[in-house]
């Protein structure tokens, strides 16, 4: 007699494969633009921040134990970690939607997708943090919205619902679309809800968790949220096709070709009420997913937007993905096989050419001859440099102090907030160096906050300016406002293999003269 299989083996092996490949990764990857300028989160720990809430910050200090142990591979502990988790999660969905078939299948599809597996599975975001509780507030949302307000398990899971959701507003605002999702189902099919305390008492803890970023932002003149709203203010913008191009293609490739496809079909299988999935289900995730995807649709017609601000919504879509793989034919079922492991093996070609693009420079992508541009439109080279970099500065750095041509007190700066942060983590750390960042709020972001932490600056200081070939910045026009001189000091070349990818440039800028505004 044949035994069926034990899909929850399958997925404990997949669960130890993934985070053992992941966590290498995380360890073996230098840290990105985004990820260097998330930790200064966590070193300089606030209600909230410039950019974004604080829960990015408060994992990165948790899983470093407070960033005592400061390494790549540390910094993204967390990422790690529930990137374990989150395939538990997605699996028990599928479960809970049709079988534990259907739950490996959305397994395996989370697996593959570029955002589940790379951006919120190895790299440390927002969207880390986000992921975990978007995922856990969706399971609660399926257990708790279809049934009646008025049981007690249903209260306490109302309650729960509000806890955890409000931890993941802690972590990127978007997480917001998820109440809203909860409350267009409950005003269309099931308004019961509306005469429960428990509802009402679930949006207040909800609320309760804004309490910090609000404190922050009535300290900062509700500078955090200026900021987002004109990211995606459309008052002052233009149709322009190409945004809302470059926004599908951008889903396309994060949420994996194979992936997006499957989604497409298992949405209008749901429209069309062509799923083997409970009613309510179906029409749960598809409310608390949509709404967002189409929200960042329309900015896209007007303003750039970045794919991954609709991601989490595509990682709850893999999973009525998997529910409609599951309820093909047995016929069918090879073909369901080769779709599967089709999307991740595109998965391992993806990532096999990523890594070795950026620890060889594989592929010519580009074609610059500028001594100064050298590198300038390879994304790859983002996360490559920044360690060799740093050795070399620290070289630099000692000549000057030993031969006298700078001072010890000396301070790296710059006037945007990236590549000061890469620069900041691999050269200014290691050599207990403090980092100020001299411009307007809007490019030096977080800094301007840790310009007050650092203390104050005294005119005739002397300072190092780094910037490097991928994304040039001359001092000149910008910062030789506030010394008296600058000087080009070296030119550091930055190698993949035997291959010279990129160059970084210092600077030495001299006598202070113009003090910056302390927030």
Known sequence: ?????????YLWLLIGISTLVRGLLAGFLELGNDEVYYRLYALYPDWSHFDHPPMVGWVIQLFSLNLLFDSEFFLRLASVVFGAINLWLVFDLGRILRNERAGFYAALLFTASIYGFVITGIFILPDTPQNFFWLLSLRLMLRTLPFCPHQPVSGIRMLNLGFVLGLGILSKYTTVFLWLGALLYIGIYNREWFRSKWLYLSIFISLLFTLPIIYWNLQNDFVSFR???????????????????????????????VNFVLIVLAVIAGFRGKLKIGKAHNRIILLATLPLIFTFHIFSLFRSTLPHWSAPAYTSLVILAAA???????????????????????LFIILLLGILQVRLSLFQVDYSTAYHNLGKNDPSLDLTGFRQAGIEFAKIVERDRDNGSMPENAFLTGDNWFPLANYDYYAAS???MKVYGL????????????NRINGPLTQGMDAYYLTDSRDYRSPYGSLDGYFEKVEAADTIHIFAGKKEVKRAFVFRLRGLKKLPAMR
């Open 1 to 9: 007699m044949k035994t069926s299989p034990n899909y929850r083996n």
């Open 227 to 257: 900021f987002q709203g004109e990211r995606v203010n459309l008052l002052d913008s233009s149709l322009s096709p190409n945004y809302f191009l470059t926004e599908i293609a951008g889903e396309f490739f994060y949420n994996n070709p």
């Open 324 to 346: 409609w793989l599951d309820q093909q034919k047995v016929a069918q079922r090879f073909r369901v096989s080769a779709v599967l492991y089709g999307t991740l093996f595109l």
């Open 430 to 432: 290691p050599l207990g």
């Open 439 to 450: 411009g307007p709020l809007e490019r030096i972001h977080k800094y301007a906050w840790i």
